[in-house]
C-alpha cells in the first residue's frame, strides 16, 4: 500500500522550514485557489461553502463587501466591526491600520495559490488572532506556468473576464493576472465594478528564493443596507435608503525572501508598502430632525455623509527556523519579528438632505467638515515556537509572542485638541499544544492559547455613551478601552480509513476577556452608539467533518455547532427591541446568546468526474435560525432570524484540446432566506414607503439573501501544469 503523502503547512505568517500537518495541535483548514480561480465565486463565498465554522453574511448588501465569521469571530470591511480575525498575505499583515477592517475586494482570486485557516487565539499570528487566522499565499511563475483566460456572464449583468500567464527560466520566473467585472447586482442601487491586478517577479536558486510582487485594485461597490420587514415581504430586492457608494484603491508591493543557510536552517524576511484609500458617500436618517419644526437647515430629514481614508502602511518581517535534534529527538524551532505601521487621515464630511419619494436624497446646501484626524499605529511583535518530538508518536508544541502597540491620534481641524491622545498597550501571549499518534491513521491532540486585540482608533474614539457616534464615526475625545483578551482550549481527533477517507472531531471554548462591542444609542439608527468594554465573552462549540473518495466520486461533509454567549452583564440601549424600558433600555444577563451567529451549520458537497471530458458537482449549506443584533438579551417578540438552506451545482465541460465550458447556479431552488437582522425603526411608513417621522415603528431589519442565479463561460489554457 501507497505510503500517505506528508503535508507541510506554514504555522507562522513568514514561510519556513513548516510543520507536518499531523503534527499541529488544531484543526487546520487548508484550501487550494485551483477551485476557486475555475468558478464564478467570490473568496469569501467559497470559504463560506467549503470550510467548517464559517459562515457570511451581507450586512452591506453587497456580495463583495460581507462579513466573515469564523467560530462567531469575524474579519469585516465595515469600520467599528470588532475584528476577531487575522488575515496575511504572502506573510504580510493586511488588516487594514485604522480600523483593522479586512476589505475583501483588493485580491483577485486568480492570484491565490493556497489558503490555511489556523484556528483559535494562536499568538503567533499577533494582533487580533481571537478566533482564527487566515494566511493566503499567491502563485508565482515557478510553480504555476501557463496560460489561461476566461470570461463568463449571466444574472445580474455580471460580465467578467479573467487572465493569467506565467513563466519561468532557469533562475527567473514572473507571474500576472487581472481581472475585470461588471454587475448590475440584484438589489436596488447595488452596481459593482471590479478592477484589479496582481503581478510577481521570481528568482530561484539552490539556496535562495526572492519574490517581488505588486496587487493593486480600483474598485466601486454599491450596497443596499438592511431593510425592514415590511418592506421585505412587498419586494426584497429594494433599498432602504440610496446610495451607498464605496470606492477602493490599492497600491501593495511586497518583498520576500527565503534563504536556506544549510539543510537545516532557513532564514526568512519579508518588507511591504501599502497604499489604501477609501472614499464612501452614504445617505442616513438624521436623529436629530424634529419633525413639529419646519424643514430648513440645520433641521433636515436625513445626512449625506462622505467619509474619506488614506492610509499608508509599511513593515518588515524577519524570521529564523531551525530543524535539528533536541535530545535525539526531532525539533523544529522558530524565532521571529515584526513591525507594522501605519498613517491614516480620516477626513467626515456632512450634508443637509431630504429624502425623495424613491428615498433617496435630495442634497440642502454644501457639505461642511465635521471630523479630521490623523491617526498613527505602531504594531512590534517579537515571537518564537518551537515544536519537539517527545518521541516518535507524541509532540509536544509550545509557542509565545510579545506585543507592543502604540495609536496616536491627532486632531487636524484645531477645534478639538483634547482628541490628541497616545495609547499603549503590551503583552506577552503564550501557547502550548500536544499531539499524540497512538496509530498511523490516528491523531489526537490538545492545546492552550492566548491572543489579543487592541481597540482601533475608531473604537478609542467613541467610547463614551454620553457623546454616541455614528458609523463611520464622528471622532470625539473618549476615555480609553481595554484591550481583549482570548484565551482557547481545543482538543480533538482526526484520522483516515483506507486511505480513501479522512474524519477529523474538534472541540473547542473561546473565553474573550474585556470584549468590546458596539452599544446601540438612538432610536433612530442601529448605527449610532459607543463602543464600551462589556466584560466577558465565550465562544464554544465542536466541529465534524468527513472527506472521502470512491473511484470518480469526490465527496466531503462537515457540521459546525456554534455557541457564542455573553458571560458578564450589562445595560444596553436598544429602544427598537420590544422588551426595553420605558427609557428604552434592555438588560443584558449572562448565558444569553450573542446575535448574528448560528448555532448549527452543516455543509456537503459531492463531485462526480466523467473522465476525460467533464465534470458535475453540487453542494448543500444550511444554517438555523439566529438572533438579530439588538436583541442581545434575546427577549424581542421579532429578534430572530430564520435558519435555511441551500443547493448549489457546477459542471465543466473539457470541449477541445486547451478549451473548457464551465457553468455554476447558485441557490438551486430559489429559497428565500436571510442572512443578519437588527432590529431598528423604519422613518418610511407614509404613502408608498414615503418618509414619515411621526409615524415611526420598531421593526426587524433584514439583509436578504440571493435568489436563484447562473452564471456560464468559456476558460482556454495552455502550457500550464496539467498540459
Known sequence: ?????????GTTPLPGLGVPKDNVPGNVQTATGEELAQRPITLPSYLDRQLESVNINEAQGNAYQPDVNYRGFTASPLIGT????????????INEPFGDSINWDLLPK??????????????????NTLGGALAIETKNGFDFPGFTAQAYGGSWGRRAVEGELGGHGERLGYFVTGNYLDEVGWRDYTYSRLRQGF???????????????????????????????????????????FPDTTGNQLAFVSLGAKHSLNPDDVLTGNAYYRSFRQRNFSTNINDDFDPTSPVAPGNTQGLNVQDNTTTQGYGAGLQFSHLGKLAGFDNRFTVGASADLGQSYFEENQQDANFAPDRSNIPVGNFTVNTNVRTNNY???LYATDTFSITQRLDLTLAGRYNRAEIKITDLTGTNPALNSTTTTDRFNPAAGLTFKPTDTLTAYAAYNEGMRVATPVELTCADPAAPCSLPNEFLADPPLKPVIARTFETGLRGRINGNLKWRATAYRTKLQDDILFVSASAGSPNTGFFQNIGTTQHQGFELGLDGRNGELTWSASYSFIDARFRTGFTE???????????GDIQVQPGNQIPGIPRNIFKARAEYEFKPKWSIGGSMYAATSQFARGDENNLDVNGKVQGYTIFNLDARW?????????????????????????????????????????????ELFLSPGAPLAAWIGVRYSFGGRAQ
Open 654 to 698: 473539457a470541449f477541445a484540446r486547451g478549451w473548457e465550458l464551465f457553468a455554476e447556479v447558485d441557490n438551486l431552488f430559489n429559497t428565500h432566506y436571510e442572512t443578519l437582522g437588527v432590529l431598528g425603526t423604519n422613518f418610511f411608513n407614509g404613502p408608498s414607503h414615503t418618509f414619515d417621522a411621526t409615524n415611526t415603528v420598531n
Open 573 to 583: 440601549h436598544s429602544p427598537s427591541n420590544s422588551s426595553a424600558d420605558a427609557n
Open 110 to 127: 486568480s492570484a491565490i495559490s493556497n489558503m490555511t485557516l489556523i484556528p483559535g487565539s494562536n499568538p503567533v499570528f499577533g494582533l
Open 1 to 9: 500500500m501507497q505510503a500517505p503523502t506528508v503535508q507541510v503547512i
Open 199 to 241: 503581478g510577481k517577479l521570481s528568482y530561484r536558486d539552490s539556496d535562495t528564493d526572492i519574490d517581488l510582487s505588486f496587487t493593486g485594485a480600483n474598485n466601486t461597490l454599491n450596497g443596499a443596507q438592511t431593510i425592514p420587514q415590511s418592506f421585505y415581504l412587498q419586494n426584497r430586492e429594494q433599498a432602504y435608503t
Open 379 to 381: 504594531y512590534y511583535g
Open 82 to 93: 470588532p475584528q476577531g480575525i487575522s488575515v496575511f498575505q504572502d506573510g504580510v499583515r
